[in-house]
């Protein structure tokens, strides 16, 4: 399956459905992350560099993997649940 039939599928789909690829793409994500093979941007980059330096001046300041995660998911349900009780769908 292409990436345009993937997107042109998306649209169709429930808001349980959604999350759930949703949360395998972030699978995915972490998994090059960690793994070495993502390709972050020159933004994402000098973000990184950033809060690197920042967790070298202050160790305490930062938060776990699995906090930020955590966070990141609750908020993608939050973005994703207007749109999904717009269109009517769940």
């Not at 994402?44 to 560099?49: G, I, N, S, T």
Request: charged share 40%; glycine share 4%.
């Amino acid at each position: 399956m292409s990436q345009a039939e993937i997107l042109e599928q998306l649209p169709k789909l429930n808001s349980v459905e959604l999350r759930e690829i949703c949360d395998r793409i972030w699978q995915l994500e972490e998994e090059q992350l960690l793994s070495g093979r993502a390709n972050p941007s020159d933004e994402e980059k000098a973000l990184l560099d950033r809060e690197l330096e920042e967790y070298s001046r202050d160790r305490e300041a930062g938060s776990s993997w699995e906090d930020v995660k955590s966070r990141l998911k609750q908020w993608s349900k939050c973005e994703m649940a207007p749109r999904d009780s717009a269109a009517g769908r769940d």
